[in-house]
Structure formats: C-alpha cells, structure tokens
C-alpha cells in the first residue's frame, strides 16, 4: 500500500527534515564553538586568578623585604659614625674578661669589601655559658654584627670549656 504524499504533505516533510537537520547541526555545532570558547574563557580567567594571586605574593613579600631593609638601615643610621667592630669586639672581650683566652684579628677574604668590615676571633678554653654571653652581647643594641662563619666548635683539650674559630662581620654605611 503504497500512498503517494499530495504537495501540502510533502512541504511538510521538507520542512520536518530541515529542522532535525538544523537541530542535529546545532547539537554538533554548541559544544564544538561556543561551549568550548566558554571552557576555554574559564581556564584563561582561573589561570589570571592564580596568576595574580602569585603576583600578589612577591609584591607581599617585596614590600617585607624592603620594609626588613628599612630597619637595617634606620638601626644603622643609630650606629656611632665612627664604629669599628674591631674595637666593638675587643671591648666586648674585655667587659667579659674573656680577653686572656682570645686573640681577635682582621680578617680579609679574598673578594672581600671594605663595606664589610670583618674580625676573626680566636677563644681558648671558653665556658660555654660565656661564649653565649659573649655572643648575645654582641648581637644586641644598635652595633649590626652577625657571625660570617664558624671555622670551628670543639671542646677544649684541657677539658675545660671550648674552642672555636668564629668570624664576625658588619656592614658600613
């Protein structure tokens, strides 16, 4: 039974045909154009947000730096103009009474500055608990001394106390 379509029908089959193509062309067409631009956009825009955010973290830690760098050189401007560690050094030593059990230097490396003036201190038979002492004094109030390096720690042959090789530096304005 075979029925042939009169013309209303077969527009209308046209028609339906056209829009299931259309329909199945744009199901083809929203994921491919602009589903993956709007996926693309959220990547790019999450990769800005952490980008920023990373951005955000150096400018953080740039300003403590230099705010860090700000005390340094305000605690260097309190300093006496006419500091010589060496001399800060040997006063420390004799105020201790550690003078006897020492032998302070001047210490150049060999790509050393002379905005980095340095001493070698030498300490014989030392109690530990005067080496702290000595140390702590050091570090604080205005002077700006740290140690550069500690060649050696050992107790002392005698048993009595410790030897050690420290070299201390400070930086000049």
Same mark, same amino acid.
């Given at each position: 039974?075979?029925?042939? $379509?009169?013309?209303?029908?077969?527009? =209308?089959?046209?028609? =339906?045909? @056209?829009?299931?193509?259309?329909?199945?062309?744009?199901?083809?067409?929203?994921? +491919?154009?602009?589903?993956?631009?709007?996926?693309? +956009? *959220?990547?790019?825009?999450?990769?800005?947000?952490?980008?920023?955010? !990373?951005?955000?973290?150096?400018?953080?830690?740039?300003?403590?730096?230099?705010?860090?760098?700000?005390?340094?050189?305000?605690?260097?401007? %309190?300093?006496?103009?006419?500091?010589?560690?060496?001399?800060?050094?040997?006063?420390? @030593?004799? *105020? %201790? =009474? @550690?003078?006897? *059990?020492?032998?302070?230097? &001047?210490? *150049?490396?060999?790509?050393? #500055?002379?905005? &980095?003036?340095?001493? &070698?201190?030498? @300490?014989?038979?030392? /109690?530990?608990?005067? !080496?702290?002492?000595?140390?702590?004094?050091?570090?604080?109030?205005?002077? $700006?001394? #740290?140690?550069?390096?500690?060649?050696?720690?050992? /107790?002392?042959?005698?048993?009595?106390? !410790?030897?050690?090789?420290?070299?201390?530096?400070?930086?000049? #304005?």
């Amino acid at each position: 039974m075979k029925r042939s $379509l009169d013309r209303r029908e077969q527009a =209308g089959l046209a028609m =339906g045909i @056209l829009a299931v193509t259309l329909v199945v062309m744009l199901a083809l067409y929203v994921p +491919a154009g602009p589903r993956k631009t709007s996926l693309r +956009a *959220k990547a790019d825009l999450q990769s800005a947000k952490d980008e920023l955010q !990373l951005e955000q973290m150096a400018s953080l830690d740039v300003r403590d730096r230099l705010e860090r760098q700000k005390q340094l050189m305000d605690q260097l401007a %309190r300093r006496k103009p006419d500091f010589s560690l060496f001399s800060h050094v040997d006063g420390l @030593l004799n *105020k %201790r =009474g @550690l003078r006897s *059990k020492a032998q302070l230097e &001047q210490y *150049k490396p060999r790509n050393g #500055s002379a905005k &980095q003036p340095m001493v &070698q201190l030498r @300490l014989q038979e030392v /109690p530990l608990k005067e !080496l702290v002492s000595l140390l702590h004094d050091l570090y604080s109030g205005d002077a $700006l001394v #740290s140690v550069y390096k500690v060649d050696t720690m050992r /107790p002392a042959p005698s048993g009595k106390g !410790l030897d050690c090789d420290v070299t201390f530096m400070t930086i000049t #304005s």
